[in-house]
């Protein structure tokens, strides 16, 4: 049969030489995201609900156990655009970014890695993904041994909002933080902030379920980058805060460390539904993560019986 102008065969297609070398690993990368979304969902689906849920423990509704069995919502939502709450944080988050370019520089030359994380977020945003096999469950974790999660769940966001606002949040810490850290160290401070808040997220929640018998934050689905931007943020403040006090003190830079909590009140009242908890966590490893080395020395001491350091 003749082909039609335009049209032409299989074995008349050009291969390039260089096929080989691109291709192939790009198929090979293909198979396994899509075998790994098949495995983390059929694994979700073979669990089994814990049986003290099924045994009627207070906090935990039926309605609850019936949402955590199912298949679960795909995330990012579809956005509102007439929405003025969205114009809003996109707004705020474009102004932020473009202020933070004009007065600071390139930001491929000034924190690359920093770049390289956002785009990870970016690229995580362009795939619809399954929250309950994605998103931190603390249940999830402590009782279903899924403690991938505290990684997945990062890179998850619910729609352009919070992905706008976590990386407007990131850019400003990056811009702080990596030409003194260098790369790996600022790659490998998001990752430890992350396992950190997560893990913090979640021993909080068990403690309010097993003490105090709430289990809304135990069986809830969270997801975001947000206890990382905030506990790189609290870093790079009180990095900034004590650099500018060196450079050319001014009484109003002492305050500049408080400013990450004005960020999550902002925040909460932009978005009502946003994860207090997991904010608090990533404040809270933020001032560990600032306050523990400068005090290990005097801690270590005292462990040791020694007394108060003589100074001068």
Known sequence: ??????????????????????DEPARAVRRWADSTQVSAENWYRSLRVPTEWNAGVAGVPEAMVRVVEGGGPLIPCETDWEDPVVWR????????????????????????????LIVGNLCAFTHRLRLYAWGLNPARVLEGGQV???LTAPFVHADITH????????????YVLEPTRGAYGLLGESVAAAVASGALSVALAAAQHRLLGDASSYVRFSVGFSSVAFALRVVASHQETETRQVVAPRMWNQWMQFG?????????LLVPASDLLGHLCGITVGLLRWHLPRMWPEIARALQGGGPRIVG
Do not use: Q
């Open 1 to 22: 049969m003749p082909l039609l102008p335009g049209e032409t065969r299989d074995r008349d297609t050009y291969h390039s030489g260089l096929g080989f070398f691109f």
């Open 89 to 116: 944080v996109l707004l705020a988050g474009i102004a932020a970014t473009a202020s933070n370019i004009y007065h600071r520089g390139d930001p491929l030359k000034r924190c690359p890695a920093t770049v390289l």
């Open 148 to 150: 991938y999660r505290l």
């Open 163 to 174: 992905l706008s606002s976590n990386m407007a949040s990131v850019l400003h810490s990056g």
């Open 260 to 268: 990450c909590w004005l960020e999550m009140t902002a925040a909460h």
